[in-house]
C-alpha cells in the first residue's frame, strides 16, 4: 500500500499548516518529525491506545500509529471507569498514549505511559531518501537531529483503528478499521466533495469516533490540507476559524447545525462565516428539515448529508452540486454497494420513495470485524453484505432516505450512539434502583434524549436524578448520563418477565 499520507513525504509542502489545535501548531514537516519520532518507539507493538483529548497530541499519537501499522484504540478521557475497564480489558493495549500534561484515572495505572512529544528536538531542513540500503525505513529525514518514517506496513488489511461503538445490550465493541477500509472511504469523500490539499476543515467534534477521527483528522491530512480544531464546539469558533480564519468546511452532527441555526438570527458575522464555506456538511444522525430550512434561508447555503456509521465508514452522500435535498443522505459514494432488504430477506428495487427495508451495504470501505468477536461478525453479515440496522426507502433518483433503526434499544443522542441495554445496566448497580429501563425521546437540541425508568428500592427516598446521572457519568460517559428520569412502582412486563418499553406511560 502507498503512503497513507503523502504530504508527510516526499515531494510535498513541508512548511504547509497541517493541524492548528488551540495554541498548538504544526505544519506537515513538524507533523513528519513529531509522529515519525513517536511511530519508531510504538514500532512492534501489537496495539496502542491513545488518550484521544481534542488537542494536537492526539492528531501527532494517532498518525504515528498508521506510520508504525500499529492499531490505534481511542479512548473517550471523560471514560467512566466501568466503561474504561472494559474497553482496555478488550483491546489489551501495551501502551497509552497521551499528552504529557494530562492526568490519566487509574483504571489506567497497569498500562504502560508514552509522552506524545510535538517537536521532538531536531529541527532542520528536511530531504527524502529511498529505502536503498534496506534499512527499513524508506523516507530518511535528514540535517542536524535526523527524523526517520518508518516503512508503512505494506498490506492493506492491516489494522490501523479499533474504535469501540454501542450495540443494543452489553458493553460496546471494538470495531477494527483497516488501512485499506479507511482510506477507501475517505478517498471516496474526497470524489464526492472535491476535497483536496487547498481546503481548511473546520470542526470541535470528539476525536474518539469515526466522524471526528476518521473524517476530521485523517481525512484532511491525506488529502494534504488543514485541520482546525475549535477544542470546544462554540458558535463563535465556527464564526471566527471558518470567517477571518479562512476555513473552507465544516463537519458536525445535527446537533452543533442546531445550535448554529438558533444561533444565525441577529448574527451577521455567523451568517458571513457559513455562507462563505465552501461546504458544510452533517453527519451521526439526521439533520431536521427545519434547520436545513433555517440554515438556508439565512446563508444561502445547503447542508450536505452522509451517511455513515462505525463499522462501515462512510456510505452515501449528498452530492453538493447536485441541488439541495433535505431528507436524503444521498447516493452511494464510489465503490460502495447498497440495497434495501425486506423483513424475509428479499432484496428491494423498488425507487417508488416509499416501499421500507434494511440498509445493507458492501465494499472496500467495510470493517474486519468486532475484536475478539466472530460470532458477533458473522451475525453482522449477509454474505459480503453488512447488516447496518438502519431502515430507509429509494427516492426515484435514487438518493436514501433514512426512516429509522430496526433497534429501538438504540439511542442517538447529540450524534452519539448509545445502548439502552448498558444504561440499564450501569443504573442497576446503583444501590438505590432496584429496576430501571432506559428509552429514547425526541429532543429538539440532541436529536433525543435518554430517559431513564426507575423503580427505586425505597420509594420515601429515592436517589435523585442528578445522583443518577453523576453515577451513569463516572461509570460510562457523561453523553450516556439520563437527562430525564421517571420513577414507576413497577416496570410494565409480559407473562415472561421481559420489560415492555413501549407499555411505559407516554411511551411506544
Ligand atoms: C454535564 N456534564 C457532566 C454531567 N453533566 N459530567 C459529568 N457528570 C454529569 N452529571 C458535562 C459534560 O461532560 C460536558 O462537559 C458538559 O457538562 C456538557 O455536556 P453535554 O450536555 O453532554 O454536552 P453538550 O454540550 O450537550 O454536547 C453537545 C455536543 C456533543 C457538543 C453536540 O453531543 C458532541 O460532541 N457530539 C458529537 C458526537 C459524535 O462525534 N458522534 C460521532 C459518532 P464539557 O463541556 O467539559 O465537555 S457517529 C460516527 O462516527 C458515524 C460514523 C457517523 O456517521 O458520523
Ligand atoms: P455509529 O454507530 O455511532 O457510528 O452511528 C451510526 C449510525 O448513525 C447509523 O447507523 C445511522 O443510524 C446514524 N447516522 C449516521 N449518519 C446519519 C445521517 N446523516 N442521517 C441519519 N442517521 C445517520
Redesign the pocket.
Known amino acids: 500500500m502507498s503512503a497513507f499520507f503523502p504530504a508527510l513525504t516526499a515531494g510535498a509542502d513541508p512548511g504547509r499548516t497541517a493541524v492548528r489545535c488551540g495554541a498548538d501548531t504544526l505544519t506537515y514537516e513538524g507533523l513528519a518529525r513529531a509522529a515519525g519520532a513517536l511511530a519508531d518507539r510504538i514500532a512492534g507493538a501489537e496495539r496502542v491506545a491513545v488518550w484521544a483529548t481534542s488537542g494536537a497530541h492526539t492528531v501527532v499519537a494517532v498518525v504515528a500509529a498508521l506510520l508504525a501499522g500499529v492499531p490505534a484504540v481511542p479512548l473517550n478521557p471523560?471514560t467512566g471507569e466501568r466503561e474504561l475497564a472494559h474497553v482496555l480489558g478488550d483491546s489489551t493495549p501495551s501502551a497509552v498514549l497521551a499528552g504529557p500534561a494530562d492526568a490519566l484515572p487509574a483504571g489506567l495505572d497497569g498500562v504502560s505511559r508514552i509522552d506524545v512529544d510535538l517537536a521532538p528536538a531536531g529541527a532542520g531542513p528536511v530531504r527524502t531518501v529511498p529505502d536503498a540500503v534496506g534499512t527499513g525505513h524508506d523516507d530518511v529525514r535528514t540535517g542536524p537531529g535526523p527524523v526517520l518514517l518508518p516503512a508503512e506496513p505494506d498490506d492493506p488489511e492491516v489494522p490501523a483503528l479499533v474504535?469501540y461503538?454501542s450495540g443494543t445490550t452489553g458493553p460496546p465493541k471494538g470495531v477494527v478499521l483497516s488501512r485499506r477500509a479507511v482510506a477507501a472511504s475517505l478517498d471516496a469523500l474526497a470524489g464526492a466533495w472535491s476535497w483536496t490539499a487547498d481546503d481548511v476543515l473546520v470542526h470541535?467534534?470528539?476525536l474518539f469516533?469515526?466522524?471526528?477521527?476518521?473524517?476530521g483528522v485523517l481525512g484532511p491530512l491525506r488529502r494534504g490540507g488543514e485541520l482546525r480544531h475549535l477544542g470546544?464546539?462554540s458558535v463563535e469558533g465556527v464564526t471566527r476559524e471558518l470567517g477571518a480564519g479562512g476555513g473552507t468546511m465544516l463537519f458536525?452532527?445535527p446537533?452543533?447545525y442546531h445550535?448554529l441555526a438558533d444561533a444565525l438570527a441577529g448574527d451577521p458575522a455567523l451568517t458571513g462565516a457559513l455562507a462563505g464555506a465552501r461546504l458544510l456538511v452533517s453527519?451521526?444522525?439526521a439533520l431536521p428539515v427545519h434547520d436545513h430550512e433555517r440554515i438556508t434561508a439565512a446563508t444561502g447555503r445547503t447542508v450536505v448529508e452522509?451517511?455513515?456509521?462505525?463499522e462501515?465508514?462512510?456510505n452515501t452522500s449528498v452530492l453538493p452540486d447536485g441541488g439541495p435535498r433535505p431528507g436524503t443522505v444521498g447516493v452511494p459514494l464510489a465503490g460502495v454497494g447498497l440495497r434495501l432488504v425486506d423483513d424475509d430477506g428479499s432484496v428491494l428495487g423498488a425507487y417508488d420513495g416509499e416501499t421500507v427495508g434494511e440498509v445493507q451495504v458492501r465494499g472496500p470501505n467495510l470493517f474486519s470485524g468486532y475484536l475478539g468477536r466472530p460470532e458477533a461478525t458473522a451475525a453482522a453479515f449477509d454474505g459480503d453484505w453488512f447488516r447496518t440496522g438502519d431502515m430507509a426507502v429509494r427516492d426515484p433518483d435514487g438518493a436514501v432516505r433514512l426512516v429509522g433503526r430496526r433497534a429501538t434499544d438504540l439511542i442517538?443522542?447529540?450524534?452519539?450512539?448509545i445502548g439502552a441495554g448498558e444504561i440499564e445496566n450501569a443504573l442497576l448497580d446503583h444501590p438505590g434502583v432496584r429496576e430501571a429501563a432506559v428509552t429514547g425521546e425526541p429532543d429538539p437540541?440532541?436529536g433525543e434524549r435518554i430517559v431513564a425508568w426507575v423503580v427505586p428500592v425505597d420509594p420515601g427516598s429515592p436517589p435523585t436524578d442528578?445522583e443518577l446521572?453523576?453515577h451513569?457519568?463516572?461509570s460510562l460517559?457523561?453523553?450516556k448520563?439520563p437527562?430525564v428520569v421517571r420513577h414507576l412502582d413497577a416496570l410494565p412486563r409480559n407473562d415472561m418477565g421481559k420489560i415492555l418499553k413501549k407499555a411505559l406511560p407516554g411511551a411506544g
Do not use: C, I, N
Open positions: 471523560r474504535v461503538t470541535a467534534l470528539p469516533h469515526v466522524h471526528g477521527l476518521v473524517l470546544a464546539f458536525g452532527v446537533t452543533m445550535r453527519g451521526s444522525a452522509r451517511y455513515g456509521m462505525t462501515t465508514l462512510m442517538k443522542s447529540g450524534g452519539y450512539k437540541d440532541l442528578a446521572a453523576a451513569v457519568a463516572e460517559a457523561p453523553h448520563r437527562r
